[in-house]
């Protein structure tokens, strides 16, 4: 990576050095969605039963840096009936020896509550990763919200967030089985001064702080893998199979819009209250 963005959550580096694309992939990101690049997105659910490219754009012929060991292609995206499948697999190159997947919105997205249900294979040295972003490749500051299952390891997620490129609010929680086990709802809502974490409705981390994300965003959904962030991913161990992280839905709330489906962390939230 050329601009190594120093995360730390127990002395790890950065996930993704989004601020590293090349200037072709910024070229051809720019181009793809720079009409849809100011306008701020509502209240969706997509049950992904059909794959909205008026919504998604699939990243495709890039990798964020050399950390990373993987080629994103639209190879690695595959949309299987009712669901959303990321890839991580085999591609014999002078360049990547694998290729793997990532989804990100067209729109933007501010305060409000942001969900998925997804479930992981297992692999060292792998990132299963659901997150919000914006930064210098946008022509903005580096905000981010994060969720992350580091699949060495997937009976925790890892939760964080960067404020102007600063990594801030970072936990690793318990999951209540194992990423690859089982699917989970993974949900948190952002509002001013306030960020909160869900896995199943139950919340798992709390932050309250002005030093927040403020910049509206863009939801991503990768999985990657790198063979040198070993102190933070594990050491990476070659995959016998393709290797897999499967979203079945995804959702958006704006913030003061009420629950939108039975499943939403908002349902629960506003039963507490009544």
């Known amino acids: 990576m050329t601009d190594p963005r120093s995360r730390r959550v127990s002395g790890r580096i950065p996930c993704i050095a989004r601020t590293a694309r090349t200037v072709g992939a910024v070229l051809l990101l720019m181009t793809s969605v720079q009409a849809r690049a100011d306008s701020i997105g509502t209240s969706f659910f997509d049950d992904l039963s059909t794959f909205d490219r008026d919504r998604w754009y699939v990243s495709d012929g890039w990798s964020n840096g050399d950390h990373q060991n ?40 501010s305060h409000g509550t942001y969900e998925a249900r997804i479930r992981t294979n297992e692999g060292s040295g792998l990132n299963a990763a659901f997150f ?6 946008h022509g903005e500051r580096h905000d981010e919200i994060d969720v992350e299952i580091l699949t060495a390891n997937p009976q925790d997620v890892t939760v964080n967030t960067y404020v102007d490129g600063v990594p801030m609010h970072g936990a690793v929680v318990p999951l209540p089985r194992p990423a690859h086990e089982a699917f989970h709802i993974y949900s948190f809502t952002w509002e001013p001064g306030r960020l909160r974490w869900y ?3 139950q919340l798992i981390h709390d932050v309250s702080d002005t030093a927040l994300p403020e910049r509206p965003q863009k939801i991503y959904f990768s999985l990657w893998g790198s063979d040198t962030l070993t102190d933070w991913m594990g050491p990476f161990v070659e995959p016998d199979q393709p290797k897999r992280m499967d979203i079945d839905w995804i959702a958006f709330t704006a913030l003061g819009d009420p629950c939108q489906f039975p499943d939403s962390v908002l349902c629960t939230l506003s039963q507490d209250v009544e």
């Open 132 to 137: 919000t972003y914006i930064g210098p490749t």
């Open 199 to 201: 896995v199943n409705g």
């Open 70 to 109: 993987c080629l994103w292609s639209e190879s690695a995206v595959v949309h299987e009936a009712d669901h959303i499948g990321l890839l991580f697999l085999r591609h014999d190159s002078p360049a990547h020896a694998y290729l793997c997947g990532e989804i990100q919105t067209r729109q933007r997205f």
